[in-house]
């Protein structure tokens, strides 16, 4: 199944999915430092 977006939402999804893996790296690292 293919789930279709816009372009706006698209631009958005990727942002958000980029800025929540950038998170997960963060606590990944600060789980190893500490």
Not at 1 to 27: D, F, H, P, R, T
């Amino acid at each position: 199944m293919k789930i279709k977006y816009n372009k706006k939402e698209s631009i958005l999804l990727e942002k958000y999915y980029k800025i929540v893996y950038i998170i997960i790296c963060i606590i990944k690292i600060s789980n190893l430092i500490s």
